[in-house]
């Protein structure tokens, strides 16, 4: 018989994990593969995005309230998922950006904070891993941190001559970036927001991207994932504090997200199988090998 798949995402805060790749892990759920969600903080000073949950009783109970909410999207994706127990280190702003607070996530030492996380890639082995790029998507240092322990866990799960402690050795296959957006991809959307006569929510970031770098270029591998869509959607509208369902992200009707970019994208950073790129699947290449053993 053929291994079990299996995935491990790894996301700075909850929320993240339903903000980037879900409806590619709600797919592979589908198709039978083990799917493990890690959560690096607890998102305990993320702002309170949705006007409706913007209210002392909210802000009290921040801490709770943002786990209920990752429960009930564990749910709705049909994931596993796990919890390092780092402290969000909030999103800087100001200039002078003001200094991190004490004790954060993204003030821990690279390879203390990665600890937990090779642990936790023994004891699930998984095929496949997917993070953030070395930007962590966009400059939170939370994310840039998720970054750097994920490519450390990667890199030292593995090694037996690593802190043995933490378990029998194991290494992943795989290693994935998230792309979320690329230049192309706002394009598409934007062109057919305007083709079916609707208001384009993407006019004003077209104009931003002429001043930035744009990442389609690094995308190896769009996995066809449309029909999951909605339990994507979903997955984010049950983190409320975080999510406005009048919002921005639900503008664009769902069959045409669907008709005009079907796929979510990534970039693969390493590898030990061989897989011809670009690829359509993240197991590409280790399902042949799963199949060998």
């Known amino acids: 018989m053929a291994e079990q798949l299996r995935l491990m995402a790894v996301h700075a805060h909850p929320d993240d994990e339903s903000s980037k790749g879900a409806a590619t892990m709600a797919k592979y759920v589908a198709e039978g593969v083990?799917?493990?969600?890690?959560?690096?903080?607890?998102?305990?000073?993320?702002?309170?995005?949705?006007?409706?949950m913007d209210r002392p009783d909210v802000w009290a109970n921040i801490?709770?309230?943002?786990r209920a909410e990752m429960d009930a999207a564990r749910a709705i994706l049909g994931i596993e998922q796990a919890w390092l127990g780092f402290v969000d280190s909030g999103l800087p702003e100001g200039d002078p950006l003001p200094p991190l607070p004490e004790g954060c996530f993204a003030l821990e030492e690279v390879d203390v904070a990665a600890a937990p996380?090779?642990?936790?890639?023994?004891?699930?082995?998984?095929?496949?891993?997917t993070t953030?790029?070395?930007?962590?998507?966009?400059?939170?240092?939370?994310?840039?941190?998720?970054?750097?322990?994920?490519?450390?866990?990667?890199?030292?799960?593995?090694?037996?001559d690593h802190h043995s402690e933490l378990g029998e050795p194991w290494q992943?296959?795989?290693?994935?970036?998230?792309?979320?957006f690329s230049r192309a991809k706002i394009m598409a959307l934007h062109?057919?927001?305007?083709?079916?006569?609707?208001?384009?929510?993407?006019?004003?970031?077209?104009?931003?991207?002429?001043?930035?770098p744009d990442k389609g270029e690094r995308i190896t591998t769009r996995v066809e994932c449309a029909?999951?869509?909605?339990?994507?959607d979903d997955a984010l509208r049950a983190h409320a504090t975080q999510i406005d369902?009048?919002?921005?992200?639900?503008?664009?009707?769902?069959?045409?997200?669907?008709?005009?970019?079907?796929?979510?994208?990534?970039?693969?950073?390493?590898?030990?199988v061989d897989s011809p790129l670009p690829e359509s699947d993240l197991f590409a290449g280790v399902r042949e090998t799963c199949h060998a053993r």
Request: charged residues 25%; proline residues 8%; aromatic residues 12%.
């Open 34 to 52: 083990d799917v493990l969600v890690v959560t690096c903080t607890g998102g305990e000073r993320g702002s309170v995005l949705n006007p409706k």
């Open 63 to 66: 801490g709770d309230i943002r």
């Open 117 to 129: 996380l090779v642990r936790l890639m023994r004891q699930f082995r998984p095929h496949v891993v």
């Open 132 to 160: 953030y790029d070395e930007e962590g998507g966009y400059p939170h240092p939370d994310h840039i941190m998720t970054h750097k322990v994920t490519v450390a866990a990667f890199e030292a799960a593995g090694d037996p």
């Open 172 to 180: 992943p296959l795989k290693l994935y970036y998230d792309v979320g």
């Open 191 to 212: 062109e057919a927001m305007l083709a079916a006569g609707l208001e384009s929510p993407y006019g004003e970031w077209m104009k931003r991207w002429e001043d930035r």
């Open 227 to 232: 029909e999951y869509f909605t339990v994507r």
């Open 245 to 272: 369902p009048d919002g921005f992200w639900f503008q664009v009707p769902m069959d045409l997200q669907q008709r005009a970019w079907p796929t979510e994208d990534f970039q693969l950073a390493r590898s030990m």
